[in-house]
Structure formats: C-alpha cells, structure tokens
Nanobody
C-alpha cells in the first residue's frame, strides 16, 4: 500500500511559477517510478514527468520540457514538480502517481497508486 498526498496547487498568473509536492507513505520500493500527470476538464489524464529513485533518471512531456522540473527527496519520501513560465494551457488538476514495478515510466497504465490531485489554475 502506498499513499500519496499532493499539495502546492493554486492560482497563478501566466509566466509565474509554482512548486507542487507529493508526500508518499506506506510501503514503497527503492526502484519505483514516481510521476506527475494532469487532467483538464473534458480532457484525458496526460503524462507530465517521471523520475526514478536512484540513480535519478527523468523524462518529460514535450509540452512541459524546459519549463517543468521533477525531483525527489528520498529521505523525505517526497517528489516535487517545479513549474516555471506557466501558461493558461497548463491549468489542470495535477496528480502524483507511483509505479512500483518500474524504474521510470511515461505510461499511465503502469502507475498503480494515485494521489487526490491538486488544482493548478493559470490566469491570462
């Protein structure tokens, strides 16, 4: 069992920044992949970023590459998503997810555990 709790969402104007946090608890795996996904109203849940535990490997969706940075603090069992130069199209509910069976993964179906989501709204 893995529990994930996101925080840090909010309202920000275009061009601004936010940092999301995801605290993990329960049974975890040293090699598990952690990821961020997002879902806007009427849209499918889409991949944003993923990171391995150690050594660190990352992968980003093209839509956020160069603007978002995923990181993790293994001692704190926490994963972060730093979002810079935000755009209105980044507005969505952002979900933290864990894929214990994988080192890294961009595939939604590989993620077994999900947080409750945190709302990010970017105004123009």
């Amino acid at each position: 069992q893995v529990q994930l709790v996101e925080s840090g969402g909010g309202l920000v104007q275009a061009g601004g920044s936010l940092r999301l946090s995801c605290a993990a608890s329960g049974r975890t795996f040293s090699s598990d992949a952690m990821g961020w996904f997002r879902q806007a109203p009427g849209k499918e849940r889409e991949f944003v970023a993923t990171i391995s535990r150690s050594p660190s490997s990352t992968f980003y969706a093209d839509s956020v590459k160069g603007r978002f940075t995923i990181s993790r603090d293994n001692a704190k069992n926490t994963v972060y998503l730093e979002m810079n130069r935000l755009k209105p199209e980044d507005s969505a509910v952002y979900y933290c997810a864990a894929a214990p069976r994988f080192r890294v993964s961009t595939r939604r179906d590989n993620y077994d555990y999900w947080g409750q989501g945190t709302q990010v709204t970017v105004s123009s």
